[in-house]
């Protein structure tokens, strides 16, 4: 992030800003790092149809519950 970067606090629910954490850590980013990187994802989306995206957002939804049921507590 270049310094001349705006700088601003943001509230997050604990879960959240938790989630954040272990992402930025899987990915090996800073906080900040994957905050950007997931909010400029949402744009590029903008451009894929209404209708696609509701299949990858399924498909994805599965995944992750799939992967999550494989998770050891």
């Given at each position: ?12 629910p ?60």
């Amino acid at each position: 992030m270049a310094r001349d970067d705006i700088h601003f606090r943001l509230r997050l629910p604990e879960d959240l800003k938790s989630k954040i954490e272990d992402a930025a850590a899987q990915n090996r980013r800073t906080m900040t790092s994957e905050i950007i990187v997931r909010l400029e994802s949402t744009f590029s989306r903008e451009d894929v149809p209404a209708d696609v995206r509701g299949i990858i957002d399924e498909f994805v939804h599965q995944f992750i519950t799939s992967l999550d049921k494989r998770r050891p507590v």
